[in-house]
T-cell receptor, first 111, second 113 residues
Framework: GENVEQHPSTLSVQEGDSAVIKCTYSDSASNYFPWYKQELGKRPQLIIDIRSNVGEKKDQRIAVTLNKTAKHFSLHITETQPEDSAVYFCAANNAGNMLTFGGGTRLMVKP | GAVVSQHPSWVICKSGTSVKIECRSL??????MFWYRQFPKQSLMLMATSNEGSKATYEQGVEKDKFLINHASLTLSTLTVTSAHPEDSSFYIC?????????FGSGTRLTVV
């Protein structure tokens, strides 16, 4: 089955700096890669996603890149703000529409 | 947009009792729903795939007789934790996929005492 690895597990940045979280996946049939932000005790919130026919997608301060050949995808947050502090999960969606999640990254943005 | 409703939000039960969690797709039909479990400070782990009108598909290591799944209609899937024990205490989340992507329920915090 699919295996998704996510790094780093924790990330601390100064407000205004950029944050980058990286994921790898194993199943070449996976075709959809969402990123979620989860606050304590809440449901995951989709923040951006990318499909396998696209290499990059941007939405304001958030961007995602995908390298299908290397099976890598990354989340980039620019101009970080304290409210960006949360746990972020990458995920890969395989042909069976199942989501496999990465281990999560706890992002802390210091004011 | 499409919404997935999950109830209850939290439940405390005694060891040995059973707890039922409901997951509803409010404005779309979901032939497939997914159940996840999330322990503190860990990721979401897929437990099973719920299929409308047929048996659920369980992930390796998940006991099907302990976690009973019923998907009797296109908008409702239920997860029953039978004979609950303290180690079953966790955050359970369901999801369903519509054309835009996966929609998650609000989660159920289960505490077994």
């Amino acid at each position: 089955g699919e295996n998704v690895e996510q790094h780093p597990s924790t990330l601390s940045v100064q407000e205004g700096d950029s944050a980058v979280i990286k994921c790898t996946y194993s199943d070449s049939a996976s075709n959809y890669f969402p990123w979620y932000k989860q606050e304590l005790g809440k449901r995951p919130q989709l923040i951006i996603d990318i499909r396998s026919n696209v290499g990059e997608k941007k939405d304001q301060r958030i961007a995602v890149t995908l390298n299908k050949t290397a099976k890598h995808f990354s989340l980039h947050i620019t101009e970080t703000q304290p409210e960006d502090s949360a746990v972020y999960f990458c995920a890969a969606n395989n042909a069976g529409n199942m989501l496999t999640f990465g281990g999560g990254t706890r992002l802390m943005v210091k004011p | 947009g499409a919404v997935v409703s999950q109830h209850p939000s939290w439940v405390i039960c005694k060891s040995g009792t059973s707890v039922k969690i409901e997951c509803r797709s409010l404005d779309f039909q979901a032939t497939t729903m997914f159940w996840y479990r999330q322990f503190p400070k860990q990721s979401l782990m897929l437990m099973a795939t719920s299929n409308e009108g047929s048996k659920a598909t369980y992930e390796q290591g998940v006991e099907k007789d302990k976690f009973l799944i019923n998907h009797a209609s296109l908008t409702l899937s239920t997860l029953t934790v039978t004979s609950a024990h303290p180690e079953d205490s966790s955050f359970y989340i369901c999801s369903a996929r519509d054309q835009a992507g996966h929609k998650f329920g609000s989660g159920t915090r289960l505490t077994v005492v």
